[in-house]
């Protein structure tokens, strides 16, 4: 059974930094596709940031380009959060999927439980 487990939440103040990490186990084929995803209270989850698991192509929300950066290592997904934004307080979610990549909910199979993020002053 594929597990992922996140960790790395915690809080910070407006444009400070946090880095997320996730471990993927379980899986006999690596993924095809690593992705985190948040939600906010209230809010439907959205996808943040993918990476392809083999060419290592990346995908980010528009809200995140420029400030947060997705990489992988062996069964390790990381995000990188920088200039980090009271809108982007949320619980965080690695997810994996082995159907396409990019940070659209739907191609992704397996969810860890979330690590949370509070941005505020």
């Known amino acids: 059974q594929v597990q992922l487990v996140e960790s790395g939440g915690g809080s910070v103040q407006p444009g400070g930094s946090l880095r997320l990490s996730c471990v993927v186990s379980?899986?006999?084929?690596?993924?095809?596709?690593m992705g985190w995803f948040r939600q906010a209270p209230g809010k439907e989850r959205e996808g943040v940031a993918a990476?392809?698991?083999?060419?290592?192509s990346t995908y980010y929300a528009d809200s995140v380009k420029g400030r947060f950066v997705i990489s992988n290592s062996k069964n390790t997904v990381y995000l990188q959060m920088n200039s980090l934004k009271p809108e982007d307080t949320a619980a965080y979610y690695c997810?994996?999927?082995?159907?396409?990549?990019?940070?659209?909910?739907?191609?992704?199979?397996?969810w860890g439980q979330g690590t949370q993020v509070i941005v505020s002053a």
């Open positions: 997810a994996a999927g082995w159907r396409g990549c990019g940070v659209t909910r739907g191609l992704f199979d397996y």
């Open positions: 379980g899986y006999s084929v690596i993924p095809y596709c």
């Open positions: 990476i392809h698991g083999r060419s290592g």
